[in-house]
Nanobody, 120 residues
Framework: QVQLVESGGGLVQAGGSLRLSCAAS????????MGWYRQAPGKQRELVAT???????MYANSVKGRFTISRDNAKNTVYQQMNSLKPEDTAVYYC??????????????WGQGTQVTVSS
């Protein structure tokens, strides 16, 4: 079994910054892609950013230039630095990690979610 623990959410004023973390632990053979999603009230969950095992990144247009995703493979942790936050960034943020738990078994795992609230 694999567990993901998120941290770093909170309340911040518009223009402020937050850094999210998501640490994976458990029966991990290797970690492949890692990413962040968010879900605002009344809206569908949307992709925010992803990072491959090789370090290639992809961002939603709405966060390009403001958010930065990174990972520490030694710590099985993915981060998201969020700068110049806007009220429309308010959402519950979830990390997703693609984990290989054995040579032939790969699954997606989700964090518990962390609330980010940006006040105007």
């Amino acid at each position: 079994q694999v567990q993901l623990v998120e941290s770093g959410g909170g309340l911040v004023q518009a223009g402020g910054s937050l850094r999210l973390s998501c640490a994976a632990s458990g029966s991990i053979f290797s970690i492949n892609a890692m990413g962040w999603y968010r879900q605002a009230p009344g809206k569908q969950r949307e992709l925010v950013a992803t990072i491959t095992s090789g370090g290639s990144t992809m961002y939603a247009n709405s966060v390009k230039g403001r958010f930065t995703i990174s990972r520490d493979n030694a710590k099985n942790t993915v981060y998201q630095q969020m700068n110049s936050l806007k009220p429309e960034d308010t959402a519950v943020y979830y990390c997703q990690v693609v984990v290989t738990t054995s040579p032939y078994t790969q699954n997606n795992y989700w964090g518990q979610g962390t609330q980010v609230t940006v006040s105007s």
